[in-house]
């Protein structure tokens, strides 16, 4: 079965420790997407990858980093330097830059 | 920096009743985006579009590239249509959604 998958499903992290989120595709897509989602703010682009070993910042890369090594995997590692990491966290892959997008089912990452 | 803007933010209906959606961005695009969240969080993709219409069952999608405006239409709307429509310019900058619940 192809698909996209993120885990674990919901983390729990002490404040000032970083976390990364992990998201697989077995779909052969060449890009890849990080997206945070707070309530009433809609989809907000954290970092996105259109080919293995290149990424570029979204709107919010701010306390975020990524690699994009394997073209299966994007993790997202949430630093400490992020002033609000509490979110939920979407991860995509499409087959090229602009076409229709496959979403992960998400993590919700909570910071105590 | 592409703004989307949606509206209404939030829709009540009742049951068979004819849905719109409306996705307005202030920068040209390759292509609109049109998702699908229900509660949980899944994400489905329902249409990407970049030019005309495109239909899928009771959903409708059009858009208009000189206004750059989209609408997403449902027909004979029903209760399991009750979710949060997003629409998204080039798949990078979204609106905020439209919460959308049809009462039976």
């Known amino acids: 079965d192809g698909g996209i998958t993120q885990s674990p499903k919901y983390l729990f992290r002490k404040e000032g420790q970083n976390v990364t989120l992990s998201c697989e595709q077995n779909l052969n897509h060449d890009a890849m997407y990080w997206y945070r989602q707070d309530p009433g703010q809609g989809l907000r682009l954290i970092y996105y990858?259109?080919?293995?070993?290149?990424?570029q910042k979204g709107d919010i890369a701010e306390g975020y980093s990524v690699s994009r090594e394997k073209k299966e995997s994007f993790p997202l590692t949430v630093t400490s330097a992020q002033k609000n990491p509490t979110a939920f966290y979407l991860c995509a892959s499409s087959i090229g830059a602009y076409n229709e997008q496959f979403f992960g089912p998400g993590t919700r990452l909570t910071v105590l | 920096k592409n703004e989307v803007e949606q509206s209404p933010q939030n829709l009540t209906a009742q049951e068979g009743e004819f849905i719109t959606i409306n996705c307005s961005y202030s920068v040209g695009i390759s292509a609109l985006h049109w998702l699908q969240q229900h509660p949980g969080g899944g994400i489905v993709s329902l249409f990407m579009l970049s030019s005309g219409k495109k239909k899928h069952g009771r959903l409708i999608a059009t858009i208009n590239i000189q206004e750059k405006h989209s609408s997403l239409h449902i027909t004979a709307s029903h209760p399991r249509d009750s979710a949060v429509y997003i629409c998204g310019a080039d798949g990078l900058t979204f609106g905020k959604g439209t919460h959308l619940i049809i009462q039976p």
């Open positions: 990858s259109q080919i293995v070993n290149d990424f």
